[in-house]
C-alpha cells in the first residue's frame, strides 16, 4: 500500500496529486465491480464461487466509499489551502508593492540579485547614476549582461582598456561582497557601492554617488599639499647646506638654492625631471650610502652624503668644509711644530687618558723606553711598564686622576741614557666641566743631584767613623763633594738657561696656532666648528700660561730677572690694584674692599704687583662668596700688605705646602678646574730675590690671609711715580677697515695667520721675511704702510729694530711700528722703549693685537691730517 498522507500539512500541489490518484483508483474499482455485478447476474456458474465473488464486490464497494469520503476530505483541505494561500500572496503582494515603494523612496541607487545573480529589483536612482543603463536594465538581467553594457559603455574609468581584468575583478567582488568599495566613472564622478549577501544566497548592492565628498577630499589634499610643499620649500632653502633629490634614474625632483651656489650651476639651468649639467662641480656616485668629499675647481672642500630613499630614489647633503680642512691643515703643522718643540726638551713628557692609556709621548720618552711611539701610545701603563714600574707609582696616578697634583722621585731600575734618578710630576688635566680626562707627566733627570748627595752622605758616615784617622781622606771628599755640587748646580743653571733662552723658538709655533685659531673663532660656521675652535682656543691658551709660568721660573732661577727697587706710595699702587681687579670681581658675584695706607716703601714696583696680583688672582679663585680685602697694616719690622678672603681656607697641616711647584690641594680641586699649582711658588721666589717676609695665615673653612712685609722707602724720594702701561682702547670695525699693515717675520705659518687674521678685521696685510724682501716690497706701493709690525728675531742674525730703521730710511718718514717678541729681556724693553716703538710679548693675543693695531692706526691719522 502507498504510504498514508498527511493532507492537512500538504500544499495545493500535493493534494492536486493525491485527488487525481484517488480519482484514478475510484474508476479502477467502478470497473472491477461492474464486471462483478455482470457475471452475478448473467448466471454463469463458477463451481460456487459465485457468492466469493459477490462478497469481494460487496468489499470493493465499501472502498470505494472510503475513498470517496477521503477524497471530499482532500478537496475541503485543498479549498482552505487555497484560501491561505490567496491571503499570504495577498501579503506577498502587499509587502512587495511597500518595498517597492520604499526602494523608489531611498536617495542612493538600489538593486537586488537572487542566488542565480537575476536581477530582481531595482530602483530609478541607479539608473540616473549611471545613465547608460537606460533602456537596458531590467529585472531577470544576469549580472554577466549587466558587467558586459557597463564595460562596453565606456562610462566605469577601471574598465577602459581592460574590459576583461574589470569584469573579472569585479565579479569577484559580487561574489566575495561583505563591504564597500569604490568605481571611478569616465566623467569624473565617483561611486560607493555597498553590497550584502541575503539569506536566500542573493546579494543587495546600494550605489551613492560621493563625488563631491571626494572631490573636497581632494581639494583639501591639494590645499595641504601646497602648504607642505610651501613650508618644505621655506625650510630646504633656509639651511646652509645644499639638498638635491633624485629619482631612481639619478633625475632631478627638487633642490635648493644652496645646491645651486655650491654645485655652480645658475638655478634657470636645472628642471625637474632632468639630470644635473655636465659643467656642475658635484659629482654624482649615488645611489648609494656615505659620504664623500670633492674638490671643485673653484677650490671649495664638500662633504657629500646621500641616503637612498624607499622608492629607489636618492637623497644628497652638500655641506661646504673649506675652512674646516684648512683649519685642520694648520692646527696639524701647528702640532707637528710643538712635537718638534717637546721632542727638543730636555724632559719625559706624556699625556695618560682617564683609562690610564698614553695618548701622548715625546721622542725623549720613546727613547728612554727603547720603544717605537705605536708600542707605547695606545697601550696602557701596565702593559708599557710593567709591574715593577706601574705599582710605585699607582698611588700617584689614582691621585692624578682623582684631580690632585703630585710631585715623587723615582729610581730606575736600570739606567738608561745615563738616567738613574728621576722626579715626576703629574698634573691632572681638568675639562671645564670640572671632569678630569686624564693627566701629564713630567719626569726631569736629578741623577747628578742625587749622586752629590750620595757622596755627601758617604762622605758624612766616614767622617763619623773616623775623625782623626781619615782626616786627608775627608779633605779629599769634601773636595770632589764640593766638585759634584758646582757640577749639580752647574747642571742645574745650565738647564734653566736653557728655558730661558729657549722663548723664542717655543712660543714661535705656538703664536702661529693662536693665530689661525684666533681666525678660525671669528668665522662664521657651524655650531660644531665653532665649540672645537673654542676648545682649541682654550687648550693653547693654557699650553701659553703653562709655558710663560715655566720660563718665568727659569729666568727666575737663572738670576736672569731684573730687580729695580725704588720709593714709592703703596697706596697708588693698592688704588690701581683695586680698579683692575674690581670688574672681575663683581663678575663672580663677590665685594673688594681697598683699605690703603699712606706710607711710602721700598721695593720693586713691577715685582710687587705681580706678587699682589697673584694674591688677588687666588683669592678670587678660591672664593664662593662673601668680600676680599686688599690692605696694608704698619707692623714691627715694615708694612705688612696683602689679601684676606672669606674663602674655604687651607688645613694648618698644609700650609707648607701652597708654595711648593705644581700643589693643587685636594680641598680646593672642586672649587676651580684651572691652574697648575705654580702661582705661589713664583711668588716664594719673587719674594726670595726681592728680600721680603711672606706672611701666610689662615682658618680652616673661614678664609686666609696672603701677606708680604715691605721696608720703608724715603719719602723725598718718591715724587716719581712709577711708569705704568697705557691702556689701549679695543678699536672698533670701521677703524680698522682698509688699514694696511706690513708684516716681516721669519716664520710663514705666523705670517699666514697674521694675515688671515688681518684680512678677517678688514685690514690690507703686506708681508715680508726679512728686511729685503719688505724694502723691495715698498717700491711697488703706491703709497707706504700705516703700519709696521716685525718680529724681533729674523733669520740670519737679523733683528726686527735695524728692518724697521731700514724702512725709515727708504721711506724718508718714520711711520708707527710696533716689535713682537717672545725676548722678555730689560735689555730688548729698553731699546724697543728708546725708538718710541709699542712691545707686544708672543705669544699674542688677538685682543691685544687688534687694540695696538687700532692705537697705531689712529697715530698714523693723526700724522697725516
Known amino acids: 500500500m502507498e504510504p498514508a498522507v498527511d493532507l492537512s500539512r500538504a500544499d495545493s500541489a500535493t493534494l492536486l496529486q493525491h485527488i487525481a490518484q484517488l480519482e484514478k483508483d475510484n474508476a479502477k474499482l467502478r470497473k472491477i465491480n461492474n464486471a462483478l455485478i455482470y457475471r452475478v447476474e448473467s448466471g454463469m456458474a463458477d463451481n460456487g464461487n459465485s457468492f466469493t465473488i459477490f462478497q469481494v464486490s460487496a468489499e470493493l464497494e465499501k472502498r470505494i466509499q472510503e475513498r470517496t469520503h477521503a477524497l471530499e476530505r482532500a478537496i475541503n483541505d485543498l479549498k482552505t489551502s487555497n484560501i491561505a494561500l490567496e491571503e499570504a500572496r495577498l501579503a506577498a503582494e502587499q509587502a512587495n508593492n511597500r518595498l517597492g515603494v520604499a526602494v523608489d523612496t531611498i536617495a542612493d541607487g538600489f538593486a537586488q540579485w537572487d542566488q542565480y545573480d537575476r536581477l530582481v529589483r531595482f530602483n530609478q536612482r541607479i539608473v540616473e547614476l549611471l545613465p547608460v543603463l537606460r533602456g537596458h536594465v531590467r529585472t531577470g538581467m544576469h549580472f554577466a549582461e549587466y558587467l558586459d553594457h557597463l564595460a562596453e559603455s565606456g562610462a566605469v574609468l577601471d574598465a577602459m582598456g581592460q574590459a576583461g581584468r574589470w569584469r573579472a575583478l569585479r565579479y569577484r567582488q559580487h561574489q566575495d561582497s561583505n563591504g564597500s568599495y569604490l568605481e571611478p566613472l569616465s566623467d569624473g564622478r565617483c561611486l560607493r557601492i555597498s553590497e ?51 629619482d631612481q634614474h639619478s633625475q632631478l625632483l627638487a633642490w635648493n638654492h644652496r645646491f645651486c651656489e655650491l654645485a655652480g650651476l645658475h638655478p634657470a639651468t636645472l628642471s625637474i625631471g632632468q639630470a644635473l649639467p655636465e659643467d656642475a662641480e658635484i659629482p654624482l656616485l649615488c645611489p648609494i650610502s656615505g659620504s664623500y668629499e670633492v674638490e671643485t675647481c673653484h677650490g671649495l672642500v664638500l662633504e657629500i652624503e646621500s641616503c637612498p ?35 727638543a726638551l730636555p724632559a719625559l713628557i706624556s699625556y695618560v687618558d682617564k683609562d690610564q692609556v698614553y695618548r701622548f709621548t715625546n721622542k725623549g720618552y720613546e727613547d728612554w723606553f727603547g720603544k717605537p711611539v705605536n708600542e707605547i701610545n695606545g697601550h696602557t701603563l701596565r702593559e708599557v711598564l710593567g709591574p715593577d714600574l706601574y705599582d710605585p707609582r699607582r698611588h700617584f696616578v689614582e691621585q692624578a686622576l682623582a684631580g690632585v697634583s703630585s710631585v715623587f722621585e723615582l729610581k730606575m731600575p736600570a739606567p738608561k741614557r745615563s738616567v738613574e734618578y728621576a722626579q715626576a710630576a703629574f698634573i691632572p688635566h681638568i675639562g671645564e666641566d670640572g671632569a678630569v680626562h686624564g693627566f701629564y707627566a713630567l719626569i726631569q733627570d736629578i741623577t747628578q743631584t742625587r749622586r752629590a748627595e750620595q757622596v755627601l752622605q758617604q762622605a758624612k758616615e766616614e767622617l763619623e767613623q773616623s775623625v782623626t784617622a781619615r782626616t786627608v781622606e775627608l779633605r779629599d771628599a769634601n773636595t770632589q763633594l764640593r766638585a759634584a755640587i ?15 733662552a729657549a722663548s723664542h723658538d717655543l712660543l714661535q709655533p705656538l703664536n702661529a696656532a693662536r693665530l689661525f685659531v684666533a681666525s678660525l673663532a671669528e668665522r662664521e660656521g657651524s655650531a660644531d666648528s665653532m665649540r672645537l675652535a673654542q676648545h682649541a682656543a682654550s687648550s693653547l691658551e693654557a699650553v701659553d700660561d703653562l709655558i710663560n709660568t715655566l720660563l718665568e721660573l727659569s729666568r727666575i732661577d737663572a738670576g736672569a730677572l731684573q730687580i729695580t727697587p725704588n720709593h714709592f706710595h703703596l697706596d697708588q699702587l693698592l688704588r690701581q690694584l683695586s680698579i683692575e681687579f674690581s670688574p672681575l670681581v663683581a663678575e663672580r658675584g663677590l665685594k673688594l674692599r681697598c683699605h690703603p695706607l699712606p706710607v711710602v716703601v721700598h721695593s720693586d714696583w713691577v715685582l710687587l704687583g705681580r706678587i699682589l696680583r697673584n694674591f688677588l688672582s687666588n683669592a678670587l679663585r678660591y672664593s664662593e662668596q662673601g668680600s676680599l680685602l686688599l690692605g696694608a697694616r704698619r707692623v714691627n719690622d715694615g708694612v705688612l700688605v696683602g689679601v684676606w678672603d672669606q674663602g674655604q681656607g687651607i688645613p694648618a697641616g698644609k700650609l707648607s705646602l701652597v708654595f711648593e711647584e705644581f700643589q693643587r690641594l685636594a680641598e680646593h680641586s672642586g672649587m676651580c678646574s684651572k691652574g697648575l699649582g705654580l702661582g705661589l711658588a713664583i711668588v716664594k721666589r719673587l719674594a726670595t730675590r726681592l728680600q721680603h717676609r711672606l706672611v701666610v695665615q689662615s682658618h680652616y673653612g673661614r678664609g686666609s690671609f696672603f701677606g708680604i712685609v715691605l721696608p720703608y722707602g724715603q ?39 697674521m694675515s688671515t687674521l688681518l684680512s678677517g678685521w678688514g685690514c690690507l696685510p703686506l708681508v715680508a721675511a726679512n728686511t729685503a724682501q719688505a724694502v723691495s716690497l715698498l717700491r711697488q706701493l703706491s703709497r707706504p704702510p700705516d703700519v709696521i709690525l716685525a718680529d724681533y728675531h729674523l733669520d740670519n742674525e737679523e733683528r726686527g729694530p ?46 691685544r693685537l687688534r687694540a695696538l693695531i687700532g692705537h697705531l692706526g689712529r697715530l698714523a691719522q693723526s700724522g697725516a691730517d
Open 196 to 246: 550584502r549577501a541575503t539569506a536566500d544566497g542573493g546579494r543587495v548592492a546600494i550605489y551613492t554617488d560621493i563625488s563631491e565628498i571626494k572631490r573636497q577630499e581632494q581639494l583639501l589634499r591639494q590645499q595641504d599639499q601646497a602648504a607642505h610643499r610651501q613650508l618644505l620649500a621655506a625650510t630646504v632653502n633656509s639651511l646652509r647646506q645644499g639638498i638635491a633629490v633624485f
Open 309 to 343: 630613499m624607499p622608492n629607489a630614489g636618492f637623497v644628497i647633503t652638500c655641506s661646504d668644509v673649506t675652512a674646516r680642512k684648512h683649519d685642520e691643515r694648520a692646527l696639524r703643522e701647528s702640532e707637528s711644530k710643538l712635537r718638534l718643540i717637546t721632542d
Open 486 to 500: 758646582v757640577a749639580a748646580e752647574e747642571a742645574n743653571l745650565s738647564k734653566t738657561r736653557f728655558f730661558a
Open 715 to 753: 719719602a723725598e724720594a718718591a715724587s716719581l711715580f712709577p711708569r705704568q702701561q697705557e691702556r689701549v682702547a679695543s678699536p672698533g670695525p670701521s677703524e680698522l677697515q682698509g688699514l694696511s699693515v706690513l708684516l716681516i717675520d721669519n716664520e710663514p705659518a705666523i705670517l699666514a695667520g
Open 802 to 847: 735695524q728692518a724697521i730703521v731700514a724702512l725709515y730710511e727708504a721711506l724718508g718718514q718714520r711711520i708707527p711700528a710696533a716689535i713682537i717678541t717672545a725676548d722678555r729681556t730689560p735689555e730688548v724693553a729698553a731699546q724697543i722703549a728708546a725708538e718710541s716703538w709699542a712691545m707686544l710679548t708672543k705669544p699674542v693675543r688677538p685682543a
